[in-house]
């Protein structure tokens, strides 16, 4: 075996090794039992993991190094020790997180399933980011449903007519400042309006598309995990109850009378608890996205240039101003529906972000504008 296959080896070693010294101490630091034998759980298996490349260097000729675990995760246990586990588990999911793909394309590593047992552990750290200390057993029903879609869609309606609108009205501002005529104005500003409505749908059906693509096809894998690997779907459910507290028993009872039943509705658990996925909703209609967003964008992008089929000169500027403030206004205030803050002074905070954007388009509108005419 060449010497850079040996160094992927040891590489693969050390990473395993400063795992099972990492969550040794979070189950010395972790005050829950539940957890703490969560983490002496999952330290388990990247015991098995270390025996097995310790084992994989030997036979290929290599000498197994003496351990010492990287400053990282000396710092990252020193703080464990001393603020509590709970207090580095969001950075040790990202860790993870990116970590989970480590092992693609090693087939070594994939013979013993090492790839599964890792994508297992993100899963793990990601609920228990998510979680201040575990919950208590019975309220692990009341861990589904928290953080609905509601002000998500909220939130992507006020950003599409606040794009829309002041986008349009800065186009606006700018092309009236040069001293055009109305009718120019006019037809610039419908075109503003319809290049970016199309731009934001076609951009939203993109996403929403891909969204449902990869949703469907995690979903189709882990159908496939489960028909092939139930036991080893079961081990990754009840890590999985007992990051959200669980006692180890209740939560192994809990996995198996789940998986026990099999069909959609042990598939339906294991998409929500482990890739987040609510089958149901599956990242939503396209199309309805793409429609929602092309309206959305339309109706902000309408206010600076309708006044224009009106009002010329003069009189069109402050008309489509006038306009733009009461829209800009109205979604300042509508975003405090998600952020509880004061809604006059969120009003008032677009209000003066938007005017700030039209006077720099219209100034150097003007700039262009008598140049060109000079």
């Not at 850079?4 to 080896?9: C, S």
């Not at 979070?26 to 015991?47: D, F, G």
């Not at 469907?216 to 007992?242: F, G």
């Amino acid at each position: 075996m060449s010497d850079k296959d040996i160094k992927r080896l040891v590489a693969n070693l050390n990473g395993e090794r400063d795992a099972v010294f990492l969550y040794g101490k979070l189950a010395e630091a972790e005050p829950n039992p539940s957890l703490a034998e969560l983490y002496r759980k999952l330290s388990e298996t990247e015991a098995r993991h270390v025996a097995f490349w310790e084992a994989r260097i030997r036979e290929s000729g290599g000498d197994v190094p003496a351990f010492r675990p990287s400053l990282k995760t000396r710092m990252t246990a020193r703080n464990a020790s001393r603020y509590g586990a709970q207090s580095v588990v969001s950075s040790i999911a990202k860790v993870e997180k990116e970590a989970a793909g480590g092992y693609a394309g090693q087939a070594d590593a994939e013979s013993v399933g090492m790839p599964g047992e890792e994508r297992s552990h993100a899963r793990v750290f990601g609920v228990l980011s998510n979680e201040s200390s575990g919950l208590a057993g019975g309220e692990v029903a009341r861990f589904e449903g928290r953080h609905r879609a509601g002000g998500n869609a909220l939130r992507a309606g006020t950003l599409g007519a606040n794009d829309g609108l002041l986008s349009t009205y800065s186009l606006v501002m700018g092309v009236a400042g040069a001293g055009v005529g109305t009718r120019e104005i006019l037809l610039t500003g419908i075109s503003g309006l319809l290049a970016g409505a199309l731009s934001m749908a076609l951009g939203e059906w993109i996403s929403v598309q891909s969204s449902r693509e990869l949703y469907e096809r995690q979903i189709e894998i882990e159908r496939a995990e489960l028909t092939d690997n139930p036991e080893e779907e079961m081990e990754e459910l009840t890590l999985i109850y007992q990051a959200k507290g669980l006692s180890q028993e209740e939560a192994r009872a809990t996995a198996s009378r789940i998986i026990s039943g099999g069909g959609e509705a042990a598939l339906d658990t294991l998409v929500r608890e482990e890739l987040a996925i609510d089958q149901k909703e599956l990242g939503g209609s396209a199309w309805e996205a793409a429609a929602t967003s092309f309206g959305l964008f339309s109706l902000g992008a309408i206010l600076p240039v309708l006044p224009y089929a009106f009002f010329s000169g003069t009189a069109g500027i402050l008309a489509s101003s006038i306009a733009s403030v009461l829209g800009l206004f109205s979604i300042g205030a509508i975003t405090t529906l998600m952020t509880g803050k004061n809604a006059f002074l969120y009003g008032l905070r677009h209000v003066a972000i938007g005017l700030a954007a039209a006077a720099v388009t219209f100034g150097i509108g003007r700039l262009i504008g008598v140049n060109i005419a000079g």
